[in-house]
C-alpha cells in the first residue's frame, strides 16, 4: 500500500519532532532560566554565520575521505533513527515516487546538495549549543554544560557525519 506524500512526509517529520524535542527541549529551558537575553541574540548571530561557510570549508571539516571512518564511529546506524529512514520508507511502501534512480545523476546531484544544507544547519545548532555549554560552564551551571554538549553530539556531531557519509557514498556511485 503506498501511502500519500503528505502522510510519508509526516512520518519523516515524525523523527525530526522526537530528536528536536529531546535535544532543543534543554537548551531551551537554559537559556530562559539562565541566560541574559542579549547573550542569546549573541549567540544567535554568530551561529547563523556559521549557515554561509562555503563548501571548501565544510570539507575541512569531515571526518575523512573513507567511509570506514564513519563506520568506526557507527555513523552509517545514525540514518536508521532519521528522517528518511529505512523503516519509514518500508512503512511508506517503498516510496517509489521518492527513491533516487542510481542512473539518475541530476537527482544524485539535488541529493548531495541536500547533505550541504543539511549539514550546515547542524553546523549552525552546534555552535549555538557550544557557546551556549560554555556560557554555561562560565557560569557555574556544570550540569547544565554536560547535558548541552551530550545533546550536542546527538543533534548535530552524528547529523553532520552522517551528512558526509552519504556524500561519500555518494561520491563512489557518480563516479
Known sequence: ??????????LNAVPSVLWSVLCLGPLAVFCYEH????WIYGFTVTSLLTYALPVSV???FELGSRPASYRAREVHLVIHVTQDSPFIKRLAGGMQARRVR??????????RAVTYARERFHWTMLVFFLLTSLYAVFFGHWAWALLIAVANVIYNVYP?????????RLQRILK
Do not use: C, F, T
Open 1 to 10: 500500500m503506498m501511502l500519500s506524500k503528505g502522510r510519508v512526509n509526516s
Open 35 to 38: 541566560m541574559e537575553r542579549p
Open 58 to 60: 565544510l570539507r575541512y
Open 102 to 111: 542510481l542512473s539518475d545523476r541530476a537527482a544524485l546531484s539535488r541529493l
Open 160 to 168: 553532520i557525519w552522517l551528512q558526509q557519509y552519504i556524500r561519500l
